[in-house]
């Protein structure tokens, strides 16, 4: 009896070995000292659309076997990254996300070998309170050469792949780590108040210098029963700037009324006292705001929002406390309660905003 003996080839999962009909890859680079880092790489999101394969490779025969890893590639990944960095307590969160990764080889028939293009496009995100903001990509390619003996090449060339991308996003966030907006780790205010020149266009709130009946430049309305107006405002304008991994917002506080908005018909020291008491209320709730903003609590996502929150609600409380005034003192012509506004204003800029408080919270008019 004639007997056929078949060969079984059994092939262990080795680093870059076919198993079955496939070649298995690892990541398994680690580096001898794991640099120190303020970042630490801790997921990796697999996003590419074909996960199977990265790709087919000859084996000695002529045949392709497909390329695949021996875990799913986010986890290698991951464990990769984690393995080779040694980040501080309160280093930043980073994602990757792979969003490529292919290989193609062909054989030269001259040399006999086997040539491969390998490229692996990543992203690299920031995570923290909101969606993960996009820091950069990486886009790497590296070509090899093997002979049919040499299936460990491909495995060489991948890892190689992940370790330029460890090193390009180090290299790039220790260039911007302090002045890079979306690295900042910390939050700081600043609020100013220059001394600003009037116009005749603008005159901006001087407690050094009072009004006087030459700032109301506006011709008399004919039709309204007051005997004088002015329009009083105050602006926030900023800026922010990174310094030493910080951002920090400059802010602007200007008080000012507008001479061509403003108009009197019988001029008094009386009337004048009025009109300058609502300029004094309009500086009173940016001094208010002022406080609001030095004693908040802002925090780096969300700082612009409660900034914009807080100048919001001045806006409004400027405008009640401004009806308050003219309402209870019947546009200056109750005398006893002009005098007593007078007093609260006055202690209000003195920085006793209690009876002003009150006057908020119970809605008086």
């Known amino acids: 009896m004639r007997t056929l003996l078949v060969f079984c080839f059994i092939f262990f999962l080795i680093s870059g070995k076919t198993i079955a009909q496939k070649v298995v890859l690892d990541l398994n680079w680690e580096s ?5 880092t303020e970042y630490q790489i801790i997921e990796v999101l697999d996003h590419r659309i074909q996960k199977a394969s990265i790709g087919e490779v000859f084996e000695r ?10 875990e799913n590639l986010d986890q290698l990944a991951t464990r990769f990254y984690l393995e080779n960095l040694n980040p501080k307590d309160s280093a930043q969160e980073i994602q990757v996300r792979i969003f490529e990764l292919e ?21 690299f995100f920031l995570k923290g309170s909101n969606e993960p903001e996009h820091l950069l990509d990486y886009l790497g390619t ?3 050469r093997r002979s049919g003996f040499r299936m460990d090449n491909v495995e060489e060339v991948v890892n190689k792949l992940f370790q330029n991308s460890l090193v390009y996003f180090d290299t790039w966030y220790n260039s911007q780590n302090l002045k890079n907006r979306t690295l900042a780790k910390a939050f700081r205010l600043e609020i100013i ?11 901006y709130y001087d407690s050094a210098r009072p009004l006087v009946w030459e700032d109301f430049k506006d011709r008399p309305s004919a039709i309204s029963k007051n005997n004088a107006t002015i329009f009083t405002s105050f602006s926030v304008q900023g800026i922010s700037l990174m310094d030493s991994g910080s951002v920090v917002q400059t802010l602007e506080i200007s008080v000012y009324m507008l001479p061509y908005q403003s108009w009197v018909k019988s001029p008094s020291s009386y009337a004048l006292n009025h009109e300058q008491r609502h300029f ?31 100048y919001l609600d001045a806006y409004r409380e400027m405008n009640r406390l401004q009806e308050f005034y003219d309402k209870q003192t019947q546009n200056g012509l109750n005398t ?30």
């Open 336 to 365: 006893a309660e002009q005098e007593n506004w007078n007093q609260i204003i006055d202690e209000a800029l003195a920085g006793d905003w209690r009876r002003i408080e009150d006057l908020l919270r119970s809605g008086r008019r």
């Open 142 to 144: 590296t070509q090899y």
């Open 193 to 203: 108040e220059q001394n600003q020149n009037s116009t005749e266009d603008k005159v």
């Open 32 to 36: 001898a000292n794991p640099k120190k």
């Open 280 to 310: 004094d209320v309009t500086r009173i709730v940016a001094d208010r705001l002022t406080h609001k903003l030095e004693t908040m609590d802002l925090e780096l996502d969300f700082y612009q929002a409660r900034i914009n929150e807080a």
């Open 61 to 70: 025969g002529g045949h392709k076997l497909p390329v695949t890893f021996k």
């Open 103 to 123: 290989l193609e080889e062909s054989f030269n028939e001259t040399e006999k070998l086997y040539e491969g293009d390998v490229q692996l496009g990543l992203g």
